[in-house]
């Protein structure tokens, strides 16, 4: 029983093959993960996919690389979308300064527009975070994020930073980086941040874990991700995947 929080299954990858990389996963022991939908055709498509299958759950909202494309009717398009009973979270929102495609200011702006909107529909939000911890972690406290509270997706930074997160109410979230053997800080968040606030997830078409890295990415190997929380932690796998499993179906309200 896995729980893969944070899959682009949606994405235009997966055309050709989605049924056996479903069928894959469900092999592995995945039995729920999260389609995230960050733009237009790809908020679709996630909405498609939940339609059909019943393990599957969405969020939606709108990533920071695009934030200047995103219009006012977007944002009510995603509140109306939130009533849906397959939505579960709003996301991926956050700041993104590797890229340079929207300023910063404007990143800023609809990433509080969606902490908001998650605030008045209640439901949790999940954040994209690239080289903007601090500015990120402000928001957060500013716009007092703690009341819906969330996940730190795909999490890279440091133990510290994940402790900040989790005492405003976010959970950690681990993908394939922890697997890599140069990956110091994830290993560290993963041997420091207590079980109860960790959740694992592939982000899947991107960063596939090991032996797997550079490939597309799918949800059956989220597996090697909590082995690999295992084995850092002393546990076993079983108590690694039914804790990540127990966490995220309380985060986004799933029985
Ligand atoms: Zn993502």
Redo the contacts with the bound molecule.
């Keep these: 029983m896995l729980f893969d929080t944070?899959a682009?299954l949606n994405d235009t990858q997966y055309n050709e093959d989605l049924e056996e990389v479903i069928e894959r996963a469900q092999t592995e022991g995945v039995s729920n993960m999260v389609i995230?939908g960050?733009d237009r055709p790809t908020i679709q498509r996630a909405m498609e996919l939940v339609e059909r299958y019943d393990f599957m759950f969405a969020c939606v909202g709108w990533?920071p690389v695009d934030a200047i494309d995103m219009t006012d009717e977007d944002l009510v398009w995603i509140e109306e979308l939130t009533s849906h009973p397959k939505v579960v979270a709003i996301g991926?929102m956050g700041l993104d300064y590797h890229w340079d495609k929207s300023p910063k200011d404007i990143q800023k702006e609809v990433f509080r527009k969606q902490i908001r909107l998650a605030k008045k529909v209640k439901l949790p939000i999940?954040i994209?975070n690239r080289e903007a911890t601090a500015d990120i972690v402000e928001i957060l406290k500013e716009e007092e994020a703690e009341e819906v509270g969330g996940i730190m997706?795909?999490f890279s930074g440091s133990p510290e930073v994940a402790k900040e997160c989790v005492k405003m109410n976010f959970y950690i979230s681990l993908g394939g980086p922890v697997t890599f053997k140069n990956a110091k800080k994830p290993k560290e968040v993963a041997a420091e941040i207590p079980l109860e606030k960790l959740l694992i997830e592939t982000?899947c078409p991107?960063l596939a874990p090991h032996p797997y890295r550079g490939k597309r990415n799918e949800p059956g190997y989220v597996k090697l991700v909590a082995e690999q929380i295992a084995e850092i932690k002393g546990l076993t796998f079983e108590e690694v995947a039914k804790a990540t499993t127990q966490n995220a179906k309380k985060l986004f309200g799933i029985k």
Excluded: A, I, L, P
Aim: hydrophobic residues 25%; proline residues 0%.
């Design positions: 944070h682009h995230v960050f990533h991926e999940v994209h997706h795909c982000d991107y």
